[in-house]
């Protein structure tokens, strides 16, 4: 599964930012993952989980928080703005595992509803960020 | 905060040289000098990987001859197929050869994604196939990668050389690493290459007419003079093997 790649890419980013802060603990580490990413909550959480006990110390009690934000489509051709979730099920499994594996081959397989243009914009709802990490000296 | 930015040094972290194969124009022979230069780097027992860069232009699978598509293995992110004994990624695994319409943004995100979910494992070399120009890769690609160096390649046409003279001047102007010019497709009359790029010419492929009947046969492709020269190239020798 290449959320562990993801979840590591997280708890990395969660390490460093205790060492810059100089934080004996990380407390909360709260997640935002784009809904064009496709990722599995419970992969994703399982993945987390593994990967933090690489530094148990820092990381006892930590509570990872993650949401899922939904994504969105804006049509650079013509305007037209819509949802991955009401076009998503019109995709075959090959696409959908493409999307998972790089959410910028959307441009791929999806096309705007109304103009039928690939050029659309991501709005939304792309990529992975760490929103907020918190932790005591 | 983007947390793939801090874990592409570690995918990165077996892997020994770092080689983005680039130049100004297109069709000047990047995506063959890349492939090529995997290609004869991993004949001569070298562990190589071939990272194909130019999503909207995707042609090192057409050279090597690799028409199925798969998606990688997963394990703890994706590991590169070993085709050819090269470890290979191409977008092309994921667009399944569609056109992939992406602009600058969209481009900057799957390289990141790329660099932060794919596992190399230890390698001597890793070659990058870079779209033409100085662009979101190439910029992308200097931030990411600390170590990357550049073989730039041009052909023997004045075009061609004042495109590729900025990229080389950029490139120093950043102190990023360049392992050399190289002037492929030339002809004996012209030789713009060793004229302009005085200190970092490598030397000159001749242009091979039977290049185009090898391409997608890796036996034949290493019996091309373009592979024999890149195989022969003594200054990349000395530099790389």
Redesign the interface.
């Known amino acids: 599964m290449h959320e562990w790649a993801l979840a590591d890419a997280v708890i990395t980013t969660a390490k460093k930012v205790a060492k810059e802060e100089n934080l004996i603990k990380v407390t909360e580490i709260v997640v935002k993952i784009g809904e064009l990413q496709t990722i599995s909550r419970e992969i994703f959480n399982t993945a987390l989980q593994q990967v933090l006990k690489d530094a148990p110390e820092l990381f006892e009690n930590v509570e990872c928080k993650l949401e899922i934000e939904p994504a969105g489509f804006k049509c650079m051709n013509c305007g037209h703005e819509w949802l991955f979730c009401d076009v998503k099920k019109k995709l075959d499994d090959d696409e959908t595992e493409s999307i998972h594996f790089i959410p910028e081959t959307a441009h791929v397989f999806l096309k705007c509803p109304a103009c039928k243009s690939p050029d659309f914009e991501i709005a939304k709802g792309r990529g992975i960020w760490v929103d907020s990490i918190e932790g005591e000296k | ?4 930015i ?2 592409v040094e ?2 990165l972290e077996k892997v020994g040289r770092i080689i983005a194969v680039a130049g100004g124009k297109g069709g000047i022979g990047k995506s063959t000098v890349a492939s090529l230069l995997a290609l004869v780097l991993a004949d001569s027992n070298q562990k190589v990987g071939l990272l194909d860069l130019d999503f909207t232009g995707a042609s090192t699978h057409i050279i090597l001859g690799i028409d199925n598509f798969h ?1 990688p293995e ?1 394990d ?3 590991i590169p197929p070993k085709l050819h004994g090269i470890s290979y990624i191409t ?1 092309a695994n ?3 050869d ?6 600058g943004q ?2 900057t ?2 390289i990141l ?2 660099l ?2 794919t ?1 190399w494992d230890e390698l001597d070399y890793l070659i990058i196939d870079m779209p033409p120009g100085i662009n979101d890769t190439t910029l992308d690609i200097i931030r990411l990668i600390n170590n990357i160096e550049f073989c730039v390649v041009t052909t023997p046409s004045k075009i061609t050389t004042g495109v590729v003279k900025k990229s080389v001047e950029l490139l120093e102007e950043l102190d990023v690493p360049i392992l050399g010019v190289i002037e492929n497709m030339t002809y004996p009359t012209i030789h713009y290459a060793k004229e302009t790029f005085p200190k970092c010419y490598l030397g000159t492929i001749p242009f091979d007419e039977t290049y185009e009947e090898a391409i997608g046969d890796t036996e034949k492709l290493l019996e091309t003079t373009i592979a024999k020269t890149l195989r022969n190239f003594t200054v990349i020798c000395d530099k790389m093997c």
């Open positions: 905060m983007d947390p793939r801090n874990v570690k995918r998606f997963e703890e992110g994706i977008i994921f667009t399944q569609h056109a992939t319409p992406l602009r969209d481009i995100n799957a994604e790329l932060a979910i596992r």
